[in-house]
């Protein structure tokens, strides 16, 4: 069976956000499973893209999105 394609994105992180997921990575590993950083990424997204078509944390995360600490530098 052939290798499920999958899309790449690249983005630029903070090493306080690049921190933030590799102790995430960590905290979600057992000793049975190793859980990449980019599991993190893929859990996040699903978790939001599930949370928002539910209509729930909508102003949350447009006001952590509106945080200079989030939002990527607008051009």
């Given at each position: 069976?052939?290798?499920?394609?999958?899309?790449?994105?690249?983005?630029?992180?903070?090493?306080?956000?690049?921190?933030l997921l590799t102790r995430t990575a960590y905290?979600?590993?057992?000793?049975?499973?190793?859980?990449?950083?980019?599991?993190?990424?893929?859990?996040?997204?699903?978790?939001?893209?599930?949370?928002?078509?539910?209509?729930?944390?909508?102003?949350?995360?447009?006001?952590?999105?509106?945080?200079?600490?989030?939002?990527?530098?607008?051009?």
């Amino acid at each position: 069976m052939p290798k499920k394609e999958r899309k790449r994105l690249q983005v630029v992180i903070s090493e306080e956000q690049d921190a933030l997921l590799t102790r995430t990575a960590y905290e979600l590993s057992s000793p049975e499973r190793l859980i990449s950083k980019s599991e993190v990424v893929r859990l996040a997204i699903e978790r939001i893209a599930r949370e928002l078509g539910e209509g729930e944390h909508l102003d949350e995360y447009r006001a952590l999105l509106g945080d200079d600490n989030v939002a990527d530098d607008k051009v």
